[in-house]
């Protein structure tokens, strides 16, 4: 009795397009999960480096926790820095993101004078950061400014271990850590990439903010 030999399998079209089509959502389920996520710029707390209606990629791989060194050598991954843009878990609401900026990494000294931020002692040059009213000490006559208000200055605090002190850069409009406290490393998503896209007032074609496409985000 002999068995027959050469004899090859081969797939239905239908078979191969269906497992094509499983690789692609386990591939894309990866990425969206492990790797990036979408975000939308919601409210102007980020004007105007980041505008209502931007759309945003968030790197959610790049401060993820590594074991060895061998890790940290060979995976994209970098600690959080100063001046990072990151989304996170909003403390007071998990269930929502914000989108602040890095401004106070753990052990460091933070206080605010006259809207200029200070970190241990010396103050923290930011060319980004925008305000809607002048220092109050500079002849403000910006509305309801009274003795201990947030947007002005307050005392010196300590960032405690695994912690971070986020502000946005649009000082007079932002809810930040000056209102909420710190935030826990653990509420950290990711760090935010560039604009994919960006829509102005309105929605729609006719608004798309073409020169913001593509634009990296510092």
Partial sequence: MSVATGTSFHKSPVREYFESICVA????????????????????????????????????????????????TLL??????????????????????????????????IEMRHKKVYVNG???????VHFLYPPQDGGSSAPDIEDGDLRESFAPMTVPADKYFM???????????RWWGFLDRDHVKG??????????????????????LLHQIH
């Fill in 191 to 212: 760090k935010a990439l560039f604009i994919y896209f960006s829509f102005g007032e309105g929605g729609g074609m006719a608004n798309v903010r073409w020169s913001r």
């Fill in 76 to 109: 994209p991954i970098a600690p959080i820095r100063r001046g990072d843009i990151m989304v996170f878990k909003y403390p007071e609401d998990p269930s929502r993101d914000f989108i602040k900026r890095v401004i106070g990494m753990p052990g460091d000294t």
């Fill in 25 to 72: 959502v386990i591939l894309a389920f990866f990425v969206r999960t492990f790797v990036v996520q979408a975000f939308k710029i919601p409210t102007g707390s980020m004007e105007p480096n980041l505008l209502i209606g931007d759309h945003l990629l968030v790197n959610k791989f790049v401060f993820a926790p590594t074991l060895t060194s061998l890790e940290r």
């Fill in 122 to 128: 010396k103050p923290l040059e930011e060319p980004y």
């Fill in 167 to 177: 502000m946005g850069d649009n000082r007079d409009n932002s809810q930040d850590s």
